[in-house]
């Protein structure tokens, strides 16, 4: 039996070759196949290729002609998915197992009556079978009737019913696109755009159509125009003109959205136009748009354009037909290359202008790079050609399928109806070629990545479409991002989701933790992006500005997100409240051990000495002050805030005007051995007393006062420490509490006034000398703690004012006491009165050097503060 050869016509892209390549006008070769005895030859016609021939005009020269021939690279993605699919069909025995598929290839030159030739000289090709004629738009009407015509772009003639009969589209139905632009525009509310629509009647329709529905959902248009209409015509300069005119509409518009309802060799026209200023020679500045663009728009881009900018396509949305990912495909590609495809001419000259080379025998140029044929298409950048299968190419890979499935199930009935005929060896059916548009009307099957694939009653493909949004890096690279869809079989709410923002067309959004700030000179959509002030967050994309956390909560380090605050306060589970309170204790131990050993030695000279009382009042009360600073220690309550304060000023009221005391009865005993002294009836301890009840009695009504109109609380404080709630006990009059320092440095001031006059008084009842000492570490502690105390925050305050409590204690201890305790303790055979008057504190300096002691504790105390407020 000899073979039989059948052949399938489709045409997705109007087409036809001019000079590289023909059309023959002699029969296909066969394609040999010994185990089948049917081919189905594919004619594809689409546009990958242009030849422009134009005047180009030189500074003081005349024209010149140059004659350019490119290839759409990333149309050629076109053939790959056809000879893809074809090549999967022929392996795959499970559908058309005695049928071998073939394909041949023919070129338009975007131009319809290149269309119309081939496809005359297709219809007078010998030894059809089947003609399914597919064109993608319009341009092949004349052959509509008796012949299948299969699309995979919008078309306007879905509505006549004899047309839609024979007609059928790998396409959802145009009204449902531009129902999905109207949506996509009154979600972002932009109601004030342009248009620019494709010369055609693609574009007649839209317009017709799409500006009346727009204008009644409130959109409206400040431009309506139509591409260049002669994008590849012979005549630059008139196309330039008109670019130039397109471009200033463009430019001086206001709109900021603009849609470009064309096809995929306008895309061209957003690639040029960062350059239109150099071209058209023309002053309008560029602005950036945001560009809206339909299915039937894909990136394309010519071997010319490869070191042209792409950051026109900046924020560009776009339309794509539902796809799913094609298992199998980049390796398909991977494996493709002009060694291994020698027959397949297109491969060469796509090799060629993708990769800049030439194969060897095509050199005339010795410094031509050679092409090896071993370059990766997976190499190539994405504006030069994307290996990730296009919309376009998805609908083409489904449309070889719905004719293979449309044909096992014309050729799985033969049996029932088939009546075999010898004339022409015949073995398909008897049936007729419009008997095929029954089986592709009706035709459902999932295709190899699982995506359900059917027409309407109308023949329009029953899926939904993506919304893309393009996002161009600074490199030049560019990723399609999906941020929504249009899904037809969903409830009216739901026809239209968005599930990402797209990016912004000037700048890219300002991430969480910084800011937009403008930028000067620029429009409103242009930005740049700082980090937020300290203190603040921005938790979401593209804020506008930061702001502050709650009270209990402060930013993390990248500022995006705020973290609860843990409560603070000095406790003595910490090194620094275990070692404040350990000192305490220690002082404390110290003084109760001095005041044991003058309680013994109470009837010993030196204990005798200026009123041995004041001594006891004295010590006691440097017990407790060294006592009380344990009230600061620990979470804070009301009873400890009540008692911090005003315990350690009464307190120390009541040392200080012991010292005021012993200084003063000192004075005024020598005052009154003067003959006829006035001063002799002050002499004794009721004068002591008196200085010692009156001034407590002033520090005691002091703090009354204080707690009567504003006491202490605890208090929890927010803002003091970043990270932190600081519990603390507020002071409740700052006033009051400054007070009661300002009436110690008071008693202090002048108990030193005192004891630096009565310092060369003589020295067997003197202790001046002594308590000048003492006071003047007193004073230089206190001093030195309000700077500190100010600058100091949370549990730190507490620490410095510890700190200021146990020093001037241990000032006041070791000055006054340590010299006596020396007797005492390691010279008892001077604790005598005859030894006492030689023994006098400046004899007793020579062997101690007090002064010098005096000196040192002084500025040990100072750098012990400076330590502590560098620790802090």
Known sequence: MSKEKRFIYICPQACFFEQVFHIPTTPLKEIERDDANIYLIFIYIFNYHNKLIYKARKMKYALEYISYCRFFLQNYQHILALAFAVKEINENSHILSNVTLGMYIANSYFMARWTYLASIELLSTQDFFKKIINVSFWKTMFLLLYYIQLTYGSSPMTHDKIQTVFFHRFFPNGDQQIKGILQLLLHFRWIWIGLISQPSVIGEYFVQNAVPLFSQKGVCFDFIEEMVKETFSNDLLSVLTAFRKTYTIIMQSTVNAIILYCENQNTIFLRMLPYVEILVETSIEGKDKVWIMPAQMEFTSVALQRTMVMHAFHGVISFRVSAKEISGFNQFLEMRNPTSEEEDYLMRVFWEQAFECSFPKDILDEDKIVCTGEEKLEKLPKFVFDTTMSGQSYNIYNAVYGVAHALQAMLSLRSKYKTRIEVGREILLAQKAWQLHHYLRTISFNNTAGQKISFNENGDLET????????????????????????????????????????????????????????EGKPFCCYGCIPCAKGKISNQMGKIDCFHCSEDQYPNKAQNLCIVKTTTFLSYSEPMGITLATVSLFFSFITTLVLGVFIKEQDTPIVKANNRNLTYILLIALLLSFLCSLLFIGKPDQMKCLLQQTAFGIIFSIALSCILGKTTIVVIAFMATKPASKMRKWVGNRLAKSIILSCSVAQFTICTIWLAISHPFPHLD???????????????????????????????????????????????????????????????????????????????????????????????????????????????????????????????????????????????????????????
């Open 464 to 519: 939904g479409l993506d919304i893309i949004n393009w996002v161009i890096f600074p490199n030049e690279t560019f990723i399609k991002v999906k941020v929504g869809k249009i899904d037809p079989t969903a409830s009216p709410n739901k026809l239209f989701t968005i599930s990402i923002q797209p990016i912004s067309v000037c700048s890219d959004n300002c991430f969480s933790g910084t800011r937009k700030r403008k930028v």
């Open 718 to 872: 927010m803002h003091s420490m970043a990270e932190e709630i600081v519990l603390e006990c507020n002071e409740g009059s700052a006033i009051m509490f400054y007070l009661v320092l300002a009436f110690m440095g008071f008693l202090a001031s002048i108990s030193f006034t005192m004891a630096f006059l009565a310092r060369k008084l003589p020295d067997t009842f003197n202790e001046a000398k002594f308590i000048t000492f003492s006071m003047l570490v007193f004073c230089s502690v206190w001093i030195s703690f309000v700077p500190t105390y100010l600058s100091t925050k949370g549990k730190y305050m507490v620490a410095v004012e510890i700190f200021s409590i146990l020093a001037s204690g241990s000032g006041l201890l070791g000055c006054i006491f340590f010299p006596k305790c020396y007797i005492i303790m390691f010279r008892p055979d001077l604790n005598i009165k005859g030894q006492l008057l030689y023994w006098t504190s400046s004899n007793l300096s020579k062997h101690i050097n007090m002064e010098e002691l005096h000196h040192n504790l002084y500025w040990l105390i100072h750098v012990l503060l400076s330590l502590f407020y560098l620790y802090r």
